[in-house]
Antibody, heavy 125, light 107 residues
Framework: QLLLQESGSGLVKPSQTLSLTCAVS??????????WSWIRQPPGKGLEWIGY???????YYNPSLESRVTISIDNSNNQFSLRLSSVTAADTAVYYC?????????????????WGQGTLVTVSS | DIQMTQSPSSLSASVGDRVTITCRAS??????LNWYQHKPGIAPKVLIY???NFQSGVPSRFSGSGSGTDFTLTITSLQPEDFATYFC?????????FGQGTKVEIK
């Protein structure tokens, strides 16, 4: 059974860097046909896609966050991570990690087939 | 960015009711539209991908339709475990974007 579990600091001071890790169990993170994504949901607001990364290290980010975001992958420890720099109160949110099914040569929609439960990160001094 | 607009934002329904939720894209996204169910404290769950494809294990009372800009999620007979928030997502182009969600509550 595939499980994703977010972990990291739940409280970050303004201007500092938010760091989260998503531990993946039940499947090898280097499996072909998938990418690994971060998504967040600020209180009372909708979901925002942050970015995703392939096992090769190729990464793609939301342009609204790209200047502050880095997603990395650790194939040997079967986990991937998120770093968001220069945080403000607007970055307070529940952060989710998820696996993305990537369409093959026959095409089709990519979709997020497994998600973590989410972890609340509060930005406050 | 492609904007995804869901309606209604919330609804009250009874067990056994037929429920329809719509999602409209600000431009054509072909069939690159997914539907998810989210309950508080639980990982979101994909119901439908590619507008109308059932995810394995999802009850057959859930169905999706549409293409282009207009999409629908239908629950044919609402069950107690279906009270949740539902949101759509487009994966036609990056940045991937989500609808704001529809909360289905008990009437």
């Amino acid at each position: 059974q595939l499980l994703l579990q977010e972990s990291g600091s739940g409280l970050v001071k303004p201007s500092q860097t938010l760091s989260l890790t998503c531990a993946v169990s039940g499947v090898t993170i280097s499996s072909v046909g998938y990418s690994w994504s971060w998504i967040r949901q600020p209180p009372g607001k909708g979901l925002e896609w942050i970015g995703y990364i392939y096992h090769s290290g190729n990464d793609y980010y939301n342009p609204s966050l790209e200047s502050r975001v880095t997603i990395s992958i650790d194939n040997s420890n079967n986990q991937f991570s998120l770093r968001l720099s220069s945080v403000t109160a607007a970055d307070t949110a529940v952060y989710y990690c998820a696996r993305v099914v990537v369409p093959g040569v026959t095409g089709g929609a990519a979709y997020f087939d497994n998600w973590g439960q989410g972890t609340l990160v509060t930005v406050s001094s | 960015d492609i904007q995804m607009t869901q309606s209604p934002s919330s609804l009250s329904a009874s067990v056994g009711d037929r429920v329809t939720i719509t999602c409209r894209a600000s431009q054509s996204i072909s069939s690159y539209l997914n539907w998810y169910q989210h309950k508080p404290g639980i990982a979101p769950k994909v119901l439908i991908y590619g507008a109308s494809n059932f995810q394995s294990g999802v009850p057959s009372r859930f169905s999706g339709s549409g293409s282009g800009t207009d999409f629908t999620l239908t629950i044919t007979s609402l069950q107690p475990e279906d009270f949740a928030t539902y949101f759509c997502q487009q994966t036609y182009s990056t940045p991937l974007t989500f609808g704001q969600g529809t909360k289905v509550e008990i009437k």
